[in-house]
């Protein structure tokens, strides 16, 4: 079985809680091959009595850096102690190897080989897992399938902080544009015998205070704090493909490549180490942008009504 995790996040708890188990998947086998050992240790031959015979397990943790090294452990603790420089990872495998030997259909010796490999590799935008078995299918299905379900209850990639991002950075820009906006009217309400008189009258116009407030706002907060808001965005977008040249402006139209987005998933490392604060502080400021501008319209309603 391989199969590929499409359009999720995979923060690095997802990766060792997978890792944990997968630990724990190890230990039970364990158990079960050191009981067998000690039931079978001080028995002649031909009284022993196997149900597991040459039991091995073998948990492999692979972490390539970005500096070139690549190094392979068996140590858990290892692999744990280094994620906390994501930043500096390429890419993370972890293998799991489980085989022993049960007894056939003579059920006299253990003949039959039994094994379960599973191998998930983890890079910037790709999650794989393969599970490999023989004579284990119902078990290595299992492990497959929890596995999974590991990986996809995490959040989408191509969630609302992206399909909606548009309405994100305006709901920033025009917010930031409405502070600046009401910082300019106090200095010019302070300065009102210093500008001329045509200015001093657009001042007291009901049409100008509205609506000339939020074009002001929205112009000033483009200019001010679109690069911000943008600068979170960075890494988390999707590539754009190329969808027919438009005539009337002799260039070519474009928009985001959803297709090859949502076939890959965001694994919080190397490019993507600090995607999930991104995507939380980009959800914390519309949450507070967004009654911003709920509170100005309010007002700019009330101004509208009251204003002669």
Known sequence: MNNKVANK????ETIVKVANYLEVHKANYDKEFELEENKNRNLPYGEKNWKYENGNTTIKYTIEFKNGKNITENDYNWFVGNLNCPQNIKSISIDLYISFYTKGSNNTINDVYNKINVSLYFREIDVTIDVNTTNQENEAHNLYSEVMNILEENEDRYNKTIKYRNIRIQCFTISIGIILSYILYVILKINLDKIPVI????LRNKYVLVFGQWFIAILLGNIFSYWFILSLYKSLLPETKYIGYNYSTNSGNYTDDVDDY???SEVHFGKYWDAENRRNKIEKIYKVTKIILIAQLVI??????VLK
Do not use: D
């Open 300 to 305: 700019s309603i009330i101004l509208f009504l």
């Open 262 to 264: 949502v076939e890959h």
């Open 9 to 12: 996040q995979i923060p690095l």
């Open 199 to 202: 200015f001093v009258e657009l």
